[in-house]
Nanobody, 127 residues
Framework: QLQLVESGGGLVQPGGSLRLTCAAS????????IGWFRQALGKEREGLSC???????????DSVKGRFTVSRNNANSYKSTVYLQMNSLKPEDTAVYYC?????????????????WGQGTQVTVSS
């Protein structure tokens, strides 16, 4: 059974950096794309970026382009670790961050295209 576990959130000052980790396991095939999303209080969940099974990436949110970078380390066909490196953090980046998986070669920006979600990790940017 596919499982996702996020870690790495916390409190950081504006301008600081954090690296989020998504430990993904239980793949039944190697064709799994992993996306990063966030949801701020009172707002809809938004897609940030995605990495496909081959390591190709896609960025979706203009607000984080140039500051956030997604990467992936495939341990084997059934387990991966996906990272979200976040630099130059701003107070408006405060949100719960989620990784999500879809059984597809291709990435997607849409929440509805992902069927397995992690528990989320809180990121708070504040002085």
């Amino acid at each position: 059974q596919l499982q996702l576990v996020e870690s790495g959130g916390g409190l950081v000052q504006p301008g600081g950096s954090l690296r989020l980790t998504c430990a993904a396991s239980g793949f039944t095939s190697g064709r799994v794309a992993i996306g990063w999303f966030r949801q701020a209080l009172g707002k809809e969940r938004e897609g940030l970026s995605c990495v496909n099974s081959g390591g190709g990436t896609a960025d979706y949110a203009d607000s984080v382009k140039g500051r956030f970078t997604v990467s992936r380390n495939n341990a084997n066909s059934y387990k991966s670790t996906v990272y979200l490196q976040m630099n130059s953090l701003k107070p408006e980046d405060t949100a719960v961050y989620y990784c999500a998986a879809r059984a597809n070669v291709y990435c997607s920006a849409y929440v509805s295209d992902y069927n397995v979600w992690g528990q989320g990790t809180q990121v708070t940017v504040s002085s």
